[in-house]
Structure formats: structure tokens, C-alpha cells
């Protein structure tokens, strides 16, 4: 094992979920894309399933066929752009693929004629994301999608661009937008059982847009989706990122650490090494700036970040050696460093943070009464 790890803490991760299942009456289908936003997508589903949920989104084919594999009877759902060549494995492995354009359903439907099978789908709407997703204006297009064999339009959903700020006007004219193309095509005669729309924040402050099902993300992981939502729900951080420190020593007034000589000792400086680096996820932009815990109290890394390795300023923290462990992320003592805080300081958002650990980090899964795995 490398002296390098992060723990996942699935009862944390259980209590996430039946915090967010508080908020709603409508159906989870909790987000595992990004192999469960770096947590791990089999633990994670596996233990989510325990808790009730039986489907979950995804972002691409390959993640969906990893799940498939070990939880055959699954629903899984892809709810990004699918490619043009993954119609048959779709039908196949019996996955819900997103469609936003006829030609994706030709395909689609096509495929499930030449294996004799109805495919599920659902419609994904742009009401004002921007990404992906058919416009108020093709009610016609999403008729004739209706009209191909061998298919089932299963659901119907889009995506919040502001659900996370305290401010929902926009929401809510995206959610009217959406409404109002439900019902036309329901007058239309297409009837269509299910209908998504919240992520974390909007399960969180936006009833009016559960629907059938909503779709946890961010939340379960024990992460707050904003600085202006969330913050109340007591979530708890599902992953702790640590290591262990590789060498001690003390350098004199004057000399440097690190690429490009950054950090200049201004006194007699311990400095301490772990073995991580920007090939790990630790960000090299945190060089200088960034902090970890050490004995339950603040260091700040000095020096550039390396691909490898990064050093800590431990000068004022007594008796720091070698195997002592280093928490990145997660508590030690009093002290706490989360996602968030990290990702404050890098000027991005927590989501980044975590589905940014790297594979080479091994991951240690706590389970629900606190063993490892």
C-alpha cells in the first residue's frame, strides 16, 4: 500500500442520502458519473442500493457498462451525449440513453429493431443550460421520435443552470419552459411517466421541480453545491485524502525548496516531505498557498508542487518524523480542511476537488460499522 490513500466512509455517505430523501417524495436516482465523483462507483452503488435506490445516472456509456457488469439487474441511466457507434450496447445491456436530436433515435431505434427489444429513453430539454437537449420549438421532431419502433420514451428531464444561488428566478423560468413543452406534448397525445429536473440544490430549495425523481450529485458525497445552499443540511464529507510523511529536515535562513527556488527559508525551517503530488490531484496551483493538517493543527506547503512529492512548513509543530500521517482532506483533532475550503482557495468548486484524486490514490472503504475494506 502506498503511504498515500483516501478513506471513503460509507456511512457517511448513507446518512448524505437519507438526509437529501428528507427534503423530497419523489425517487432518488443518485448521480455516480465520474466513478462516483472520485468516491468509487461499485461501493458507492452497492451501499446506495442497501439504502434504497434503484437507478442511477451516469455521464457516459463505459461508466454505465461497469455498473451493468456487477449489478446485471440495474437501471442505469446515461444522461450525457451519447456516441454515435453505442446504439447496440445500449439496447444490449438494457441502458437508458439520453436523446436530444431524431437521428439519435433513428439509431437507437434501429438497434432495437435488429435485436427484437424496446429500448427506454428519455428526452433531455435545454430550457436554458446550453449544453445539450431539444428546444421548446421541436415538438414536432420530438413527435416523430415518438413515432419510431421498438421504442419507449420512458422520461422526460433537463437541467438546472442557477438552482445552486439563493436567487431561482432563472430556475424557475427554466421550469416553466419545461412544464409548458410537457404539456403540449401531452396534448399532443405523447404521454411521458416520468419527468427529472433537481440536482442536489434544487432537492434542497426547489420542491416545485421534484417530479417523479430527483437526482442527488454533490450532496451525498457530503458536499455542499454552493456557498448560498446547503450549508444548514449537516452533511458530512464522505472522503478524507491523507498520507504519510517521507522525510524531516531542517534547512537554514536563506535556502530554497522546491522548482524554481519559490520558497526562500526566512528563519531555520523544518520542513517535512510527503509523497503526492499534482499526478496525485493536488493541485499545483496550491504551491505556497495551500495547507494540510499535521498533529491536528495547520501547515501550509511551501515550494512549488511536485508531480510526485510536496513539502510542508512544520517548524512550529513539535515532534514531526517520519511515518507521521498527513491529512489533506478530512479532520485531525479540532481542525478540519474540506473540499470546499480547498477549493476556495484554487478558485474553483468541490466537485473539482474530489472527482480530481487520481486513480493512483488507493482508496479505503470504511464500512457501515467502521471497518476497512
Known amino acids: 500500500m502506498r503511504q498515500v490513500w483516501a478513506e471513503v466512509n460509507l456511512q457517511a455517505l448513507k446518512e448524505n442520502y437519507y438526509k437529501l430523501q428528507t427534503y423530497t417524495q419523489s425517487e432518488m436516482m443518485p448521480i455516480v458519473k465520474a466513478d462516483a465523483y472520485g468516491h468509487g462507483a461499485i461501493p458507492v452503488v452497492e451501499t446506495l442500493m442497501s439504502c434504497g435506490a434503484k437507478r442511477f445516472g451516469v455521464a457516459i456509456l463505459e461508466e454505465a457498462l461497469e455498473l451493468k457488469a456487477s449489478f446485471p439487474e440495474l437501471d442505469v441511466m446515461v444522461i450525457g451525449a451519447p456516441e454515435s457507434d453505442q446504439w447496440e450496447d445500449f439496447v444490449k445491456e438494457d441502458i437508458i440513453p439520453s436523446i436530444f436530436h431524431l437521428s439519435q433515435a433513428r439509431a437507437l431505434s434501429e438497434a432495437a429493431v435488429k435485436f427484437n427489444r424496446r429500448a427506454r429513453l428519455h428526452l433531455k430539454i435545454d430550457t436554458g443550460m446550453g449544453r445539450i437537449g431539444f428546444r421548446d420549438t421541436d415538438i414536432s421532431e420530438i413527435m416523430k421520435v415518438a413515432a419510431l419502433p421498438n421504442l419507449f420514451i420512458e422520461g422526460i428531464f433537463t437541467h438546472f443552470a442557477t438552482s445552486d444561488q439563493k436567487d431561482l428566478t432563472f430556475a424557475r423560468q427554466q421550469l416553466k419552459r419545461f412544464q409548458l413543452l410537457y404539456e403540449k406534448l401531452k396534448g399532443a397525445g405523447l404521454k411521458i411517466p416520468i419527468r427529472h429536473a433537481a440536482n442536489t440544490a434544487a432537492i434542497l430549495q426547489f420542491p416545485e421541480a421534484h417530479f417523479e425523481f430527483v437526482r442527488p450529485g454533490i450532496g451525498m458525497y457530503g458536499l455542499v453545491p454552493s456557498s448560498q445552499v446547503g450549508g444548514n443540511v449537516g452533511l ?49 496551483a496550491l504551491s505556497n498557498c495551500g495547507e494540510m493538517l499535521v498533529h491536528g493543527r495547520r501547515s501550509t506547503i511551501i515550494g512549488r508542487v511536485c508531480m510526485d512529492q510536496t513539502m510542508l512548513e512544520v517548524t512550529k509543530i513539535q515532534g514531526v518524523k517520519v511515518g507521521d500521517v498527513v491529512t489533506i482532506l478530512g479532520k485531525d483533532g479540532y481542525e478540519q480542511i474540506t473540499a470546499t475550503e480547498m477549493a476556495e482557495w484554487l478558485g474553483t468548486i468541490s466537485y473539482e476537488v474530489v472527482c480530481g484524486i487520481s486513480k493512483r490514490v488507493p482508496r479505503i472503504y470504511l464500512d457501515p460499522i467502521g471497518n476497512n475494506q
Request: hydrophobic share 35%; no cysteine; net charge positive.
Open 236 to 284: 458530512e464529507p464522505v472522503m478524507s485524502w491523507k498520507a504519510k510523511v517521507s522525510h524531516v529536515k531542517i534547512i537554514k535562513t536563506g535556502e530554497t525548496v522546491s522548482y524554481g527556488r519559490t520558497f526562500q527559508a526566512a528563519y531555520p525551517t523544518t520542513v517535512a516531505t510527503i509523497p503526492l503530488g499534482y499526478a496525485d490531484g493536488l493541485r499545483r
